[in-house]
């Protein structure tokens, strides 16, 4: 998990401004865990001392969107619950990732029935798409550091400057 730096002759070591948000953004991405149906069980998996997740600065998960960098959302999405799906999304402040943890997630997996929303795609914007019938919690891991990656290439002005229509705005009923 390396910081983009230099080591002068002096002894300072200088970077950038975006390097250093960069890295501290990927070092501690929150998860809001969205466990609906099995799959959360590998996810919390993730949380004991067999897989720690806390050596990646993700073991804070949070049951309270507003301190969320990452939603994981792990298990079967019917058309019912996906509002509830959005509307704790839409609550998590920008910047923000998606992990569709398991084939129900990203696809509807083995239902292909009316109440299942095929794949959440159709309403969140994803970053990682997990396969398995479930991942296991490594693979969660590895999803997990792809999003680090992915962070760590991010600069300061990707998140500036965004048409109102983007932002975040929170709903009040
Ligand atoms: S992908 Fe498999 S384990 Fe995961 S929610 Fe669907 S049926 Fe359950």
Redesign the pocket.
């Known amino acids: 998990m390396g910081l983009e730096a230099k080591l002068t002759q002096d002894g300072f070591l200088t970077t950038k401004i975006d390097a250093l948000l960069a890295w501290s953004r990927k070092s501690s991405v929150w998860p809001m865990p969205m466990g609906i149906?099995?799959?959360a069980i590998e996810m919390m998996a993730v949380g004991g001392p067999k897989y720690d997740i806390a050596r990646f600065g993700s073991e804070v998960m949070r049951f309270t969107p507003r301190q969320c960098d990452l939603m994981i959302v792990?298990?079967?999405v019917t058309y019912k619950m996906s509002h509830v799906v959005k509307k704790i999304y839409d609550q998590m402040p920008d910047p923000k990732w998606v992990i569709a943890m398991?084939?129900?997630t990203s696809s509807g997996?083995?239902y292909r029935s009316y109440p299942v929303v095929q794949g959440i795609d159709q309403f969140l914007p994803v970053d990682i798409y997990l396969a398995?019938?479930?991942p296991r919690p490594d693979n969660l891991l590895n999803a997990l550091i792809q999003i680090q990656e992915k962070i760590g290439r991010t600069k300061g002005r990707d998140f500036q400057n965004k048409p109102l229509s983007e932002l975040n705005v929170i709903q009040n009923n």
């Open positions: 149906s099995c799959c792990a298990g079967t398991g084939a129900c997996g083995m398995g019938c479930p």
